[in-house]
Every structure is written in structure tokens, then in C-alpha cells.
């Protein structure tokens, strides 16, 4: 198939039937048809990117070095380009000083992550990893051509990118991530686990190499940052959370989509101007880790009252700290979200800090607050319910337990299926209770 037809199907246009006039076009009057087509195909990207590929195509390439402050390193292993960025405490990331980022609470972030071994850690110990990677999906033929690290040192942010030129370097950085691991106690990473981790785990093997990641504590900050925010963000993307979180916004960032046919492009004409975007959307990537991890520890602080955080975020902080069975911290966080601004927050924060008390069988505790929720609200559905149980099963007040049940019974256009047909067999064995109390009697 010819490049006019390819173009003609890309663009929805068929072919034209041959005439006597036409059949016998000039090739110069073809060219200028075929170049028309590709600055009509051109014109529909964003004209900065147009512009920058057009440079490109047309132009000399430009040495990496003179983008990226790197050099070329050497290892046992060969060669491979190391890019190295400090971030003093001063410099900023969104609305929020690198200085403001530590020191981490490792007690926090040991609840983020689940795993009771980052507790007693030093929070400058850990290495913050983010790769770029020649494919999306994975696999054994998926190569991570950048690996980015960062580390705190004091107060500032230290981030180091190993690239690999070309496919024979990746041994080189392989080495060389081996090297910068040593020290470290524990990753941080954003999806590291369910990715960047894997595919460097194959990419040892692959280069018949022990993998020096594993067994190292990894916290991986999607999991913790979808519980905590999903309640009010519906995209919890890297590039979100910076804007929801610390109000940094990127400017003329390549999309993660794009990344790996840059360095397929790359390969070909080594141009630094098609990977230096990458390099800073890399570097990039690492810094909004350390501001995450720093943030969603701030979430999680049970004595906090920062004004950045929305209540739900708090109230989904005691839900975390419960099922972390962390109690005591999730009750500093409940008993004041009871009395906040936000009625379903508040709602919700009472329901969860009454259903703790009823498992420690506080029952004074638990019943003060069902009572005070009805007091709000007369038809409130769970505060009845509740109640109706308390009173059947621990006070024995049958009747009061009835009346309960049956006040729930009259708001059945808001019940379930379920809690109708629940509700209806409770009624009707407090019916059968209180009728045989008066026969004994």
C-alpha cells in the first residue's frame, strides 16, 4: 500500500477513480498533494508539540549533556548516562518548601503502608523510585531505560536518574541502581509494587542478576492516597493529587503515554530535545512523592486541625486507623468530627465511633451517641436501628425496642430490600416477646 493510500484510509478519504485527465498527474503534483495531507494531519496536534517535531525532524541533533546536567558514568558493567538534581530546602514544590517536607513520621508511614517494619526506620533511609519504561503494559520485553531516585539529606532533596543510551546500557544501570541501594532500608513509589518493582525484577533476571529490591519494605502511596481521597477525587493520578494536595500544577509535561515512542525516536536520531521532557517528568515524579508521603502523613496526624484537609479526608483517616487497629488514634480523630460543619461528615463519624464503642461493649458511650443522633434527627435509620437492638438484646425493654423498630418500619420508602424484610422479622419476635411476658404474667 502506498503512503497516498495509507493517508487517504487515515484521514477517511477514498481513493479517486482514475480519469483520462489525471492518470497522467505529474509526481511533483503528487508531493504536493502528500505534503497538503501531512500539514492538514500536523495541524490537528497542539501546535507547540508541532512546532518542537518539526524542529526536530528538520534540524541537527542536540547533545543530551547540553539539556541535562549529567555525565556518562562507568561501572563493571559499561556505561550509561547519570543525571543528578539537589533541591535545597528553600526550593519549592507546589505551595510547599522542601524543607517543609521532613522529617517524615515513620510511625504514620508505617500505617500507610501496612507493614509494622517501617516503624523504628529513619525516614532518610528510604529511596524514592518512579522508572520510564519503553511500554505501559509490562512484560519480559519491556525495558526501564530511566530509573529515577531520590533521598533526603538534612533538608534537601536529592534526585539521581540512571539512562540507558541504548539497550546495550541497561546492564550499566541495573549496576549502577544496585550501588545506590546500598544503605537504603525501604522504597517509596507510586503503583511500585504492582510495576516498577516487577519489571526491574525481570529485567535482573533477564540480565542474570540477583534483585537487589527484594525483600525491602516497600510503601507504595497509590493504595493509601485512593483510601484517603477517593471520597473526593475521582481521579487519584499522580498529576491530580499534586493539584488537590500541594497546588503544584506542570506546565508543558509530555504525557506518560507518550514517553516510550520518545525513546524509541531517540534511538534513532539521538536528539537530547526528545528525552530531556522525560528526564523532568521523571524528576518531577520522585519530588511529588517525597510532598505525598509528607502530606498523607500530615492526613493521618490524630491531633491535627490543619485547615488544608477536608473533614471527609479526616473521617477517612479514623477508617484507616481502624482497620490499621489503631483505635485510640481513629477516637482523637471521630469525637471531634461529630460536632463539624459538614452533616454528612459529621453523621458518619458518629456511626463509626459508635459501632468502635459497641465492639469494646462501652455501651453508655454507644448509646449516648445513638441517642444524641436521634435528637438530630428523629427518622435517622441507623440510630434507630440500633437502639432497637440495644434495648432488646442488653436492656430487655421490649417495648421500648418495638416502638423503635416500628417508627424504623414507617420509613420503608428509604429501606433496602434487605433491611425491610430485617426489620419486619425483628417486629414480629418483639411482638411474640412482649405477648409472652403478659401470658407468664
Keep these: 500500500m502506498s503512503v497516498i493510500s495509507r493517508l ?46 518539526q524542529s526536530i525532524a528538520r534540524g541537527r541533533g542536540v547533545p543530551l549533556e547540553e539539556l541535562v546536567p549529567g555525565e556518562e558514568t562507568t561501572n563493571e558493567a559499561g556505561t550509561f548516562f547519570c543525571a543528578c538534581r539537589l533541591a535545597g530546602g528553600s526550593a519549592r514544590h507546589g505551595r510547599f518548601c522542601i524543607r517543609d517536607l521532613v522529617p517524615l513520621d515513620m510511625d504514620r508511614l508505617a500505617v500507610l503502608g501496612n507493614d509494622p517494619s517501617l516503624r523504628g526506620l529513619d525516614y532518610r533511609d528510604a529511596l524514592f523510585l518512579d522508572t520510564e519504561t519503553t511500554g505501559l503494559a509490562g512484560g519480559t520485553g519491556t525495558v526501564a531505560f530511566l530509573i529515577g531516585l531520590g533521598w533526603f539529606e538534612g533538608d534537601t532533596f536529592i534526585t539521581r536518574q540512571l539512562f540507558a543510551r541504548d539497550y546495550g546500557e541497561e546492564r550499566a544501570t541495573l549496576f549502577g541502581l544496585r550501588e545506590l541501594l546500598k544503605g537504603r532500608r525501604f522504597l517509596v513509589s507510586f503503583n511500585g509494587k504492582a510495576f516498577d518493582v516487577n519489571l526491574l525484577a525481570a529485567r535482573f533476571i533477564m540480565n542474570r542478576m540477583p534483585d537487589p529490591l527484594a525483600g525491602l519494605p516497600h510503601l507504595d502511596l497509590l493504595h493509601p ?72 502523613a500530615e492526613l493521618l496526624d490524630p491531633d491535627g486541625e490543619n485547615t488544608r484537609y477536608h473533614p471527609g ?45 459497641k465492639r469494646e461493649e462501652q455501651w453508655p458511650a454507644a448509646v449516648a451517641i445513638w441517642e444524641e443522633m436521634m435528637g438530630r434527627d428523629g427518622d435517622d435509620l441507623f440510630a434507630l436501628i440500633e437502639l432497637a437492638k440495644w434495648c432488646e438484646h442488653r436492656r430487655r425493654d421490649f417495648t421500648r425496642a418495638l416502638a423503635l423498630a416500628e417508627r424504623a418500619c414507617a420509613c420503608e420508602r428509604r429501606l433496602s430490600p434487605d433491611e425491610c424484610t430485617n426489620l419486619a422479622h425483628r417486629r414480629e419476635r418483639l411482638e411474640r416477646k412482649l405477648a409472652s411476658r403478659k401470658t407468664t404474667r
Design 313 to 357: 479526608d479526616r473521617l477517612a483517616a479514623a477508617r484507616l486507623f481502624l482497620a490499621r487497629e489503631c483505635p485510640d488514634e481513629a477516637v482523637r480523630l471521630l469525637d471531634p468530627l461529630i460536632g463539624c460543619a459538614s452533616q454528612e461528615t459529621a453523621r458518619d463519624a458518629a456511626r463509626e465511633l459508635s459501632l468502635h464503642y
Design 8 to 53: 487517504q484510509r487515515l484521514t477517511g478519504e477514498g481513493p479517486k477513480a482514475p480519469d483520462g485527465e489525471n492518470s497522467g498527474q505529474t509526481k511533483a503534483e503528487e508531493l504536493i498533494r502528500l505534503r497538503a495531507r501531512i500539514d492538514a494531519i500536523l495541524s490537528r496536534r497542539p501546535e507547540g508539540q508541532r512546532a518542537e517535531a
Design 225 to 296: 492516597a485512593r483510601r484517603l481521597l477517593s471520597h473526593r477525587l475521582a481521579d487519584r493520578r499522580l498529576g491530580s493529587l499534586e493539584a488537590a494536595l500541594f497546588g503544584f500544577e506542570r506546565e508543558g509535561d509530555v504525557p506518560g503515554s507518550e514517553i516510550p515512542q520518545r525513546y524509541f525516536d531517540w534511538l534513532r536520531r539521538r536528539d537530547g530535545r526528545l528525552i530531556a521532557d522525560v528526564f523532568e517528568h521523571n524528576r518531577l515524579d520522585i519530588l511529588s512523592l517525597a510532598a505525598l508521603a509528607a502530606n498523607l
